[in-house]
């Protein structure tokens, strides 16, 4: 990652990577140069961010490696490993456009079906400028929807419970465009709750249910879930405020379920991506072709606001962030997330079998752009052009 890390002599090098002895919980791979390299960025990620724990994974060529630093919990003594769960965000997201993708591809809904017809809701969708807002639209976030929909903040132990069907049909009601569906782009976890309330209609089922059958389900993802149990209580990372204060876990209202209401683990994510990068399996290659295409490109739309915290957008998939080749780097489909004290970010090159997970129990900017930086450059060692 040469001039990302920092590190300038061979003398800090090698300490650091006698520091890592002691600070990574790896999880061998038959690859044991992906091992070393995963171990060796998690460490320098590890102590240039200072947060109280980091887990990272990588995949490559179908094998893939964990290792984890500090601690899932203050006091805790124990480190995060490939199982332990956390709140993953906006990453969510890109689940909500693989459910897409995947009811495209049978013939369900098309993208370009208009989000009125398919809300089942009783409300008026907004049409600025007479353009609907359609699938494709708000899996693009270019539906001109606001960043969230405005409500009452709720209590500290449940601050999602305002968060409910009400609200959005109130704030539809209200004419909340900020542009012509199709002609900007703003980021948008409206628009993907919008969004994964209409696929479950579409579908006939609760969207939580329509996810596991298409995506969970067959790709094994167990621990990826909405609300975790009480035995997985003794596993989940905790999340710290931008104070450094620990913050607790709270519920995550069912209408949040299409922009960031999930739970999962590395392992989960790192499988997730090796489904992504079997690009050539014939199981589900329609679904797979349609959730990494291209849509819109970055030049067709004005304005352009929420997209490059963790790299520059230059067009969207089905929720992923598309990143052109650049220098050694290769394509890249990314997504960051962010909830309740968790900052998490994960990435694939499509054409280079190689996929990057990394989370951090912080609310620390600074730190969530160096783990997105480090990653994105993890991808480029790991798979040049």
Same mark, same amino acid.
């Given at each position: ?20 002895? +002691?600070? &990574? ?6 690859? !044991?140069?992906?091992?070393? @390299?995963?171990? $060796? %960025? =998690?460490? *320098? /990620? ?30 805790? +003594?124990? &480190? ?6 956390? !709140?993953?965000?906006?990453? @969510?997201?890109? $689940? %909500? =456009?693989? *459910? /897409? ?285």
């Amino acid at each position: 990652m040469g001039q990302t890390m920092g590190w300038k002599t061979g003398r800090r090098l090698t300490a650091i990577v006698t520091i890592a002895a +002691g600070l &990574a919980q790896p999880a061998m791979a038959q690859d !044991r140069l992906l091992d070393e @390299t995963v171990a $060796f %960025t =998690g460490t *320098v /990620l590890f102590l240039e961010t200072g947060v109280p724990g980091l887990v990272i994974g990588a995949t490559r060529n179908g094998e893939t490696a964990v290792s984890g630093f500090g601690e899932i919990a203050d006091g805790s +003594g124990k &480190a995060p490993d490939g199982d332990t769960l956390m !709140r993953v965000g906006s990453i @969510t997201k890109v $689940f %909500t =456009g693989a *459910v /897409l993708a995947s009811l495209v591809a049978d013939g369900t809904v098309d993208f370009t079906d208009p989000l009125q017809d398919r809300i089942g809701w009783d409300v008026e969708v907004p049409r600025k400028g007479g353009k609907p807002i359609r699938l494709i639209d708000l899996a693009t976030h270019t539906s001109g929807l606001p960043r969230e929909a405005e409500r009452e903040p709720g209590p500290a132990d449940d601050p999602f419970s305002t968060l409910t069907k009400e609200t959005y049909i109130e704030a539809l009601s209200g004419a909340p465009q900020l542009f012509a569906s199709g002609t900007g782009g703003l980021y948008s976890n409206f628009g993907f709750d919008m969004l994964a309330v209409a696929l479950g209609n579409a579908a006939g089922k609760p969207y939580e249910a329509l996810l596991a059958d298409r995506v969970l389900g067959p790709i094994g993802l167990g621990d990826t879930v909405f609300a975790p149990g009480d035995d997985d209580k003794a596993r989940l990372m905790q999340g710290h405020g931008f104070d450094g204060s620990a913050l607790p876990d709270v519920p995550s209202g069912p209408v949040m379920a299409g922009a960031s209401g999930l739970y999962s683990t590395a392992n989960d994510m790192l499988k997730w991506l090796q489904w992504h990068l079997d690009r050539f399996s014939p199981g589900h290659a329609e679904m797979r072709l349609l959730d990494h295409a291209a849509y819109v490109r970055r030049d067709a739309l004005s304005p352009v606001y929420g997209f490059d915290e963790s790299g520059r957008m230059d067009a969207m998939s089905l929720g992923w962030i598309v990143m052109e080749p650049e220098g050694d780097r290769p394509l890249i489909l990314q997504k960051a997330g962010g909830l309740q004290g968790m900052f998490v970010y994960h990435a694939f090159a499509p054409t280079r079998g190689v996929g990057v997970f990394v989370a951090i129990n912080a609310f620390d900017f600074s730190a969530a752009t160096q783990i997105a930086q480090f990653a994105n450059d993890l991808i480029a060692q790991l798979a040049p052009r």
